[in-house]
Nanobody
Framework: QVRLVESGGGLVQAGGSLRLSCAASGSIFSINVMGWYRQAPGKQRELVASITYGGSPNYVDSVKGRFTISRDNAKNTVYLQMNSLKPEDTAVYYC????????????????WGKGTLVTVSS
């Protein structure tokens, strides 16, 4: 099994910064794409950013220029640096990964973390 655990959420004022981390553990053979989703109160979940194994990022338009996604493949960890935070960024942020487990033949499966709450006050 593969587990994803997020950390780094909290309460910040508008204009502040936070860095989210997500560490994968368990029976992992390899991890392909990793990403961050968020779900604000009363809204549907949306993809915020994703990153390939080779480090190519993709962002939703609303966070371009403010957020940066990165990963450390040796640590099976993905990060989301969030700068110039706005109240509209308030949401539960979920880590996602497409990973091969260690069974034979390995299976490619999606995995989700439990989420970490980010609250931005005005």
């Amino acid at each position: 099994q593969v587990r994803l655990v997020e950390s780094g959420g909290g309460l910040v004022q508008a204009g502040g910064s936070l860095r989210l981390s997500c560490a994968a553990s368990g029976s992992i053979f390899s991890i392909n794409v990793m990403g961050w989703y968020r779900q604000a109160p009363g809204k549907q979940r949306e993809l915020v950013a994703s990153i390939t194994y080779g480090g190519s990022p993709n962002y939703v338009d609303s966070v371009k220029g403010r957020f940066t996604i990165s990963r450390d493949n040796a640590k099976n960890t993905v990060y989301l640096q969030m700068n110039s935070l706005k109240p509209e960024d308030t949401a539960v942020y979920y880590c996602n990964a497409e990973a091969y487990d260690s069974t034979f033949p390995p299976k490619l499966m999606p995995y989700w973390g439990k989420g970490t709450l980010v609250t931005v006050s005005s």
